[in-house]
């Protein structure tokens, strides 16, 4: 219950226009702005800077470009133009051709038929230059129309794209059969949103054990399936089902979020596994930088603690 109320929370604070402007104020100060602990900067060629050293570990990663609900066509085509722009410059600099999009951000709540114009733009130009593209789950409001998105874009030939489902949704099993019985490759995470009962597990061992069953099924019948988390329960529960049903470490991934756990990413590494490092970044990092903090709130302190300094 702690749980959903800190997520509940921390929604309401991410659209405060008061916080928003503090935060922008310090968050984002060269060098030593408190939101660069989660988030890259706010220029693509910031996100680069730290893929590259990412990759000097020998991790890999996808860039998120920050953004969502964009309300006019206006808006969504800018987006679109700015994902455009983004290919470009990460094919230019040889990291990884790896991105996280959000459909919201190109045009979903203007209408499904704009959305879905932008992100086949978007997806040529990745696909010219030997992108993968992962489409991104936003608030439960929208998952049948990003599923349906996915599951159009996939009959007309997108094969270098990705899914999201999310273990706290009541929905996720069917939805995991359903992506499972096309081949798309699935990203499981436990959920950053705050959703009703009747839509969401509220509890954290209901989401736990909801990620355990979706992860056993994923690593057994699944296509490549990236498993989301900094839990080390969930990621030793996953590491004993694929040992237990011989799955290979180069048959799915752990994922996890920059300035996280790296001390996680690194152990995994050590041992074998495919990781992959999401790097967020673009100035509309506020309610991403919110959500982060409504998942740990013991992160909270950190922030204080910098804002207090910088008002000295």
Known sequence: MLDSLSKTAFAAFARSGTLKRLASRYGMRHGRGFARRFIAGETVDEAIAVAR?????????????????????????????????????????????????????????????????NVRRLLDAAAASGFFVRIDMERSTHTQETLDTFETLWSIGYREIGIVLQANLRRSAADTRRMNAIGARVRLVKGAYHEAAGVAFQLKPEVDAAFVDLARTLLTEGTAPAFATHDPVMIAAVQAHAAERGVAKDRFEFQLLYGIRRDIQAQLAAAGHLVRVYVPFGQQWFPYFMRRLGERPANVGFVVRNLIREER
């Open 53 to 117: 050293e990412i990759e000097g570990r020998g991790l890999t990663v996808t860039l998120d470009y920050l953004g969502e609900s964009v309300s006019t066509a206006a808006r969504a085509a800018e987006a679109t133009r700015a994902y455009l722009a983004i290919i470009q410059q990460v094919a230019a600099a040889g990291i990884s051709r790896n991105l996280s999009i959000k459909l919201t951000q190109l045009g979903l709540e203007v209408d499904r038929a704009t959305s879905i114009d």
